[in-house]
């Protein structure tokens, strides 16, 4: 996991056009290489870069556009910012590993406010890269491969149901059998506190091999799978699930608010940040949801659980364990 031991640098900017604003950059890679706080080695690095910056203001209705603009080696990248309330977040493919990235951020067309260098490490936390089969009814014997399954306890769920056997494992490979209730969608494997890395999708069949349908509900979210599974405060998550909106919610809808206040996200039992950036991606047949969340101050740290909730019809989904670190 990124360290957030070094201080957060604050840089204060001054819009005319958007009130007061206070940028905070609270995580980003460290100078000369290597995550924040893992003394440059990059052994723990993440297989993408986040800059995450909260965005202080007593002005309203701002784009990440109105406030910074984002250079990576030289290439505007602004576009890939995604707002969240208070929060915005840079999220980049991985870069090539051994090749230094410079990272800059402006205000607006002004001068640059803060900018650092980082070499691309290897990431070597668990992964997954393929199952098989990747369809079949409850029962189904399952072998899912990837990388660092002997560094903790297993657990394994398919479309958000846990599955209750797991029948084997070593390092690289994980033989599971489908859960009853399994739903179509992807594979999420956590190894000790962590979350696997790597999408795989498993369609769930009857037992005439038709494909279980997929439930549209307009009121209770799916919940598949949270990346990181770990993190102090301020860690941004990415969320794997369905019907992230909310009841009655216009997609087009350009105030933001309306959009994301239905959907709430519970760490630990306590709110966290409004859902953010949401995105449909295609996972074994069907359209599922993938968005970002931000550990809130308000949280309480230690091991416990990450849920969704529609805060306007008071369902909530399953758990899924998430554990919030207290900074070193």
Do not use: K
Request: hydrophobic fraction near 40%; glycine fraction near 14%.
């Amino acid at each position: 996991m990124l360290s957030r031991a070094l201080p957060a640098l604050i840089l204060a900017v001054t819009l005319a056009a958007c009130g007061n604003v206070e940028l905070v950059i609270i995580e980003r890679l460290a100078p000369g290489g290597g995550v924040r706080g893992d003394g440059g080695s990059g052994t723990t690095a993440r297989p993408q870069l986040d800059v995450l910056v909260r965005i202080e203001s007593d002005g309203l209705g701002f784009n990440p556009g109105d406030i910074m603009r984002v250079l990576v080696n030289g290439i505007d990248r602004t576009g890939d910012v995604v707002m969240g309330g208070n929060y915005a977040l840079l999220r980049l493919d991985p870069a090539p590993v051994g090749v230094d990235q410079f990272v800059e951020l402006f205000e607006r067309e002004g001068p640059v406010r803060d900018s650092f260098t980082y070499m691309p490490a290897p990431f070597v936390g668990p992964t997954i890269t393929d199952a098989a089969p990747t369809a079949g009814p409850p029962g189904t014997p399952v072998t899912i491969t990837g990388t660092g399954f002997s560094a903790g306890a297993l657990r394994v769920w398919f479309g958000g149901i846990e599955a209750t056997t797991i029948t084997g494992s070593t390092d690289t490979t994980i033989s599971v059998v489908v859960p009853d209730g399994a739903l179509p969608g992807p594979i999420y494997v956590q190894v000790g506190a962590d979350a696997a890395e790597g999408l795989i999708g498993f369609q769930v069949q009857d037992d005439a091999g038709e494909p279980i349908p997929f439930p549209v509900t307009d009121n209770l979210p799916l919940l598949f799978g949270v990346y990181p599974a770990r993190g102090t405060v301020e860690t941004p998550l990415r969320i794997i699930g369905f019907n992230f909106r909310g009841q009655g919610r216009d997609e087009d809808d350009d105030d933001i608010a309306e959009i994301f206040d239905s959907i709430l996200p519970l760490i630990n039992g306590r709110f966290s940040s409004r859902i953010f950036g949401i995105e449909t991606i295609e996972i074994a047949g069907v359209s599922v949801h993938t968005a970002f969340a931000v550990v809130f101050p308000t949280t309480s740290s230690g091991t416990g659980t990450f849920r969704l909730r529609n805060d306007s019809r008071g369902t909530q989904t399953p758990e899924l364990p998430f554990t919030v670190e207290d900074p070193e």
